[in-house]
């Protein structure tokens, strides 16, 4: 069965940063899509990056610039790097593999509170 487990969440001050990890197993992690989604408490979740296996990024407009999106084929594992964190940036993070197996991993809370 494939797993993704998400690790790297915390508590951030406004400005500050944090990187999240995905790693994944049993699967052959680079033929798929991965992206990064996140859901804020009474609000629908929501994409936030994408890494397609043909080496593709998209951002949300929200974290162009200040978030990056990268994945570590051989070691399975994606990555998202914020920067410049915002409290509106507060959420549950999750990561996705993509079609056909459209999997999600537990997720991570990342706060961004002084």
């Known amino acids: 069965q494939v797993q993704l487990v998400e690790s790297g969440g915390g508590l951030v001050q406004p400005g500050g940063s944090l990187r999240l990890s995905c790693a994944a197993s049993?699967?052959?992690?680079?033929?798929?899509?991965m992206a990064w989604y996140r859901q804020a408490p009474g609000k629908q979740r929501e994409l936030v990056a994408q890494f397609t296996s043909g080496g593709e990024t998209t951002y949300a407009d929200s974290v162009q610039g200040r978030f990056t999106i990268s994945r570590d084929n051989n070691n399975k594992v994606l990555y998202l790097q914020m920067n410049s964190l915002r409290p509106e940036d507060t959420a549950v993070y999750y990561c996705k593999l993509g079609p056909p197996v459209n999997r999600w991993g537990q997720g991570t809370q990342v706060t961004v509170a002084s």
């Open positions: 049993r699967i052959t992690f680079s033929i798929y899509n």
